[in-house]
């Protein structure tokens, strides 16, 4: 979707490394969310955040941190501590009015171990 | 647990209406139905989402029983561009979505 930009594409992690994907959105939405898909599978809710300097756990948010200084920003950090981390991660953003507006997804980060 | 029950697999004929159905028998008042789309390694696309009425879009249109029980998304000339995972998915303004398996669409020529 526009306005919606995940780095990088591709990304490569070796045994006991924290590393960070970048969801940035120029969209002004108040929420913004991370989901993982395995292979053959739907999204599950890692984190979300419907305002700056606050977020929530999903449904499976241990091993991964985040944080939400800026409404553009919400970067995903997988830590050492998630032992299964290859997968597909996609953020989503959306406008908070109200009015159920649908989510908007970025193409997604593919998070592989070495 | 997703709350929308989907076939799993379904073919069109190129050119001929794609007719998408979807369950939700345990929908909430306040809680709308969405479509999204997903093509191999691409993030989901938004299709369109419905209340009660029935809606149209330049995409698609979703028809919305009057229980709310079920609902039918209608890609109204389907091409091969239109292959991809449909997901019918209920939610609130939490924004909180919960995907399931989705309907795996093949447009054939």
């Known amino acids: 979707d526009g306005g919606i930009t995940q780095s990088p594409k591709y990304l490569f992690r070796k045994e006991g490394q924290n590393v960070t994907l970048s969801c940035e959105q120029n969209?002004?939405?108040?929420?913004m969310y991370w989901y993982r898909q395995d292979p053959g599978q739907g999204l599950r809710l890692i984190y979300y955040?419907?305002?700056?300097?606050?977020?929530q756990k999903g449904d499976i948010a241990e091993g991964y941190s985040v944080s939400r200084e800026k409404k553009e920003s919400f970067p995903l950090t997988v830590t050492s501590a998630q032992k299964n981390p290859t997968a597909f991660y996609l953020c989503?953003?959306?406008?908070?009015?109200?009015?159920?507006?649908?989510?908007?997804f970025g193409d997604g980060t593919r998070l592989s171990i070495l | 647990d997703a709350k929308t029950t989907q076939p799993p697999s379904m073919d069109c004929a190129e050119g001929r209406a794609a007719n998408l159905p979807c369950n939700h028998s345990?929908?909430?008042?306040?809680?709308?139905v969405y479509w999204y789309r997903q093509i191999h390694s691409q993030g989901p696309q938004y299709i369109i989402h419905?209340?009660?009425n029935n809606e149209t879009n330049e995409m698609a249109s979703l028809i919305i029983t009057e229980d709310r029980k079920s609902s039918t998304l209608i890609l109204p000339h389907a091409t091969l561009r239109d292959t991809a995972v449909y997901y019918c998915?209920?939610?609130?303004?939490?924004?909180?979505?919960?995907f399931g398996q989705g309907t795996e669409l093949s447009v054939k020529p």
């Open positions: 989503a953003s959306r406008e908070d009015r109200g009015g159920n507006q649908p989510q908007h």
């Open positions: 969209l002004n939405h108040d929420a």
């Open positions: 419905g209340l009660k």
């Open positions: 998915i209920v939610g609130n303004q939490g924004g909180k979505l919960i």
């Open positions: 345990t929908i909430s008042g306040n809680e709308y």
């Open positions: 955040s419907q305002i700056v300097n606050d977020f």
